[in-house]
């Protein structure tokens, strides 16, 4: 069963409000996780809290529990300058900046307009209702070494 510092496997399905397919892992290769580590988004986890291997559940993320509203103030336009005078600047390239107080925050570039770049600081999901189906391939007691890292590793070890 699922509880805090189990490694779980598990095959999904996501989609956005719209039914599109935003994400998937197949049963050949399914998504491992360290529960209760926050190591996916809450909503979902805390769905998964005790379920078995071969159980099946749809669930649905609010923005609240996924990866949080859109915040307008991460959209921002900054001048070209501050790059590096050789990068070829393009749209859906991503970058690491500091956010307000100091936090690192990942911007993504969504259009460059002469001397100015339209940067946007949001997770490409925020604002997002998540549509999860999901099946649990397999459970198993982490490894002390998994929870000294905090995350699952691969097969025979340290694989990441």
Known sequence: ????????????????????????????????????????VPGLEKE??????????DVTVTPAEGYGELNPQLKIQVDRANFPKDADIQPGMQFEGQGDGGTRTVFTVKAV????????????????????????????????EE??????HGEGGHNH
Do not use: W
């Not at 399905?13 to 926050?38: S, T, V």
């Not at 998964?48 to 559940?57: I, M, N, Q």
């Not at 600081?121 to 198993?140: D, M, V």
């Open 1 to 40: 069963m699922i509880k805090k510092h189990s490694v779980v496997s598990l095959s999904y399905c996501l989609k956005n409000a719209n039914g599109q397919e935003l994400d998937r892992a197949d049963k050949e290769k399914p998504f491992a996780y360290l529960h209760g580590m926050g190591q996916m």
């Open 113 to 144: 307009v002469g001397d100015k770049v339209e940067v946007d600081g949001n997770h490409p999901l925020a604002g997002e209702t998540l549509h999860f189906a999901i099946e649990i391939t397999a459970i198993r007691d982490a490894t002390e």
């Open 48 to 57: 998964l809290e005790g379920l078995k291997v071969g159980d099946k559940k």
């Open 147 to 152: 929870l000294t890292h905090g995350h699952a």
